[in-house]
């Protein structure tokens, strides 16, 4: 999970990154980290780190959701999808022209890139990966 406040043009922006604590499943779980704090600046890009453990190999079926709930607000919008070994762009907000897939579920890793940093990037952003079965 990954938030952050964005200030005036040209100041640095800070995405924080809080990894919830696991909590009992009854599957296998999948332990997903994210970075606790990412600088930018308005105007530049940055890279929202995704990696994963899991005790499983990592099934064709595995699946990548990135979500972003801006700050002060109590909506979540899906804003990339990976599955199928394809990366999905979702068609919604302002992210769809701004947004690169840099992830390798291969390499346990599920990390985007968001470009040219605005003022209305402010919130949390949201990693979640599952590996069915």
């Known amino acids: 999970q990954v938030m952050g406040t964005v200030p005036a043009p040209g100041s640095p922006t800070v995405l924080t990154g809080l990894c919830p604590p696991p909590g009992p499943s009854p599957t296998w779980s999948i332990h997903v980290y994210t970075q606790r704090?990412?600088?930018?600046?308005?105007?530049?890009?940055?890279?929202?780190?995704?990696?994963?453990?899991?005790?499983?190999?990592?099934?064709?079926?595995?699946?990548?959701?990135?979500?972003f709930q801006a700050e002060g607000s109590r909506d979540s919008i899906?804003?990339?999808?990976?599955?199928?070994?394809?990366?999905?762009?979702?068609?919604?907000?302002?992210?769809?022209?701004?947004?690169?897939?840099?992830?390798?579920?291969?390499r346990k890793d599920g990390s985007?890139?968001?470009?040219?940093?605005d003022y209305t990037d402010n919130g949390t952003f949201t990693c979640d990966v599952k590996n069915p079965p």
């Not at 704090?37 to 890279?47: I, L, N, R």
């Not at 907000?93 to 897939?101: A, H, I, P, Q, V």
């Open 37 to 67: 704090e990412v600088y930018g600046t308005v105007g530049s890009h940055v890279t929202l780190s995704c990696s994963f453990w899991s005790s499983e190999w990592i099934s064709e079926d595995i699946s990548i959701t990135w979500h």
């Open 112 to 117: 985007i890139v968001i470009h040219n940093l």
């Open 78 to 106: 899906s804003i990339f999808h990976y599955a199928k070994g394809q990366p999905y762009i979702d068609d919604v907000g302002s992210f769809k022209e701004r947004m690169e897939w840099v992830g390798n579920p291969r």
